[in-house]
């Protein structure tokens, strides 16, 4: 079933792709994944903290690594170092053609890791 659904939101958000640069696609999924992230954390502190291995608890933390690797792989299309530091605001993305499947991937990632979370909040 999981399968089905990350089949799903995969073929779903392809046709978005087409509708926006790329790494802005990267930036509002990365948006929604910290989203649900926050909420997640707040709603299972206790729970998680009593028992993080607790199949929610993982969940939150797959989620959060997804979101590292999302915003590792934006940076990495623009061309951007990096860094700890975010990158400056003002930078101009200049798409880099060979990072473009791993941030789409990253993408599709995510956006199956934000649903799984806001399916158990």
Do not use: H
Request: charge should be positive; aromatic fraction near 4%.
């Amino acid at each position: 079933m999981r399968r089905l659904t990350a089949i799903v939101l995969v073929l779903c958000l392809f046709p978005m792709l087409g509708c926006s640069p790329l790494e802005k696609q990267g930036r509002d999924v990365a948006a929604a994944l910290s989203g649900s992230i926050v909420a997640a954390q707040t709603k299972y502190q206790a729970t998680c903290t009593a028992n993080p291995s607790q199949e929610i608890c993982q969940v939150i933390n797959r989620g959060v690594s997804g979101e590292n690797a999302l915003i590792t792989a934006v940076e990495s299309y623009c061309g951007w170092a990096t860094t700890p530091a975010p990158p400056d605001p003002t930078a101009k993305c200049v798409p880099v053609k060979s990072a473009e499947a791993a941030l789409q991937a990253a993408i599709a990632n995510a956006a199956t890791l934000t649903s799984q979370i806001k399916g158990a909040i």
